[in-house]
């Protein structure tokens, strides 16, 4: 059974900073792209960074050069380090993983909420 466990919320004042972590457990391998998404209230949930097993990332504009996606692969382990955080970033954070052909698990959140 794949299990994913996020940590790391929190509460922050602007221009602070949080480190996410996501365990994730259950999963055969590495292979699997993980992914950072978020859902602020009233808000889809969006796509934040996204990192691959080789290492490739990509991020959303709107935390470009502010959020770094991270991952150790031995610890099947991943991570969301978060800068200059804005009142515009409070949402659930949701970890996520996903192997084509295999399947794509969730996480139950982390609060992170941003004060002004």
């Known amino acids: 059974q794949v299990q994913l466990v996020e940590s790391g919320g929190g509460l922050v004042q602007s221009g602070g900073s949080l480190r996410l972590s996501c365990a994730v457990s259950g999963m055969i391998g590495s292979r699997y792209t993980m992914g950072w998404y978020r859902q602020a209230p009233g808000k889809q949930r969006e796509l934040v960074a996204r990192i691959t097993s080789g290492g490739s990332t990509n991020y959303a504009d709107s935390v470009k050069g502010r959020f770094t996606i991270s991952r150790d692969n031995a610890k099947n382990t991943g991570y969301l380090q978060m800068d200059s955080l804005k009142p515009e970033d409070t949402a659930v954070y949701y970890c996520?993983?996903?192997?084509?052909?295999?399947?794509?698990?969730w996480g139950k959140g982390t609060l992170v909420t941003v004060s002004s």
């Open positions: 996520n993983a996903d192997l084509p052909g295999y399947g794509n698990y």
